[in-house]
């Protein structure tokens, strides 16, 4: 079994900061990728950014050049820093892990996730 623990979520003004973490732990023997996602009120959950082990990332059209994913390794964890926040970036996010099991197998799981509010 495999917990996520996510943290940093709050209330902020427009144009402010937020950085989110989330750590891994328990039956990980690797992680494939580490990635953040959201979901405003009456809204589909959306992909935000996401990292590969190798190092790839990708990032919504929405938070280009606003949002900064990146991981590390050997903390097994992930982290999300959101600069110049806007009112439409208020939403839950959460933090979703594939972790590849000792038998090679690919395994998601998804954290409880943590709100972020931006607002005046």
């Known amino acids: 079994q495999v917990q996520l623990v996510e943290s940093g979520g709050g209330l902020v003004q427009p144009g402010g900061s937020l950085r989110l973490s989330c750590a891994a732990s328990?039956?990980?023997?690797?992680?494939?990728?580490m990635g953040w996602y959201r979901q405003a009120p009456e809204k589909q959950r959306e992909t935000v950014a996401a990292i590969t082990s190798g190092g790839r990332i990708n990032y919504a059209d929405s938070v280009k050049g606003r949002f900064t994913i990146s991981r590390d390794n050997a903390k097994n964890t992930v982290y999300l820093q959101m600069n110049s926040l806007k009112p439409e970036d208020t939403a839950v996010y959460y933090c979703?892990?594939?972790?590849?099991?000792?038998?090679?197998?690919?395994?998601?799981?998804w954290g409880k996730g943590t709100l972020v509010t931006v607002s005046s």
């Open positions: 979703k892990v594939v972790v590849v099991t000792a038998t090679l197998a690919h395994m998601e799981y």
């Open positions: 328990g039956s990980i023997f690797s992680i494939h990728a």
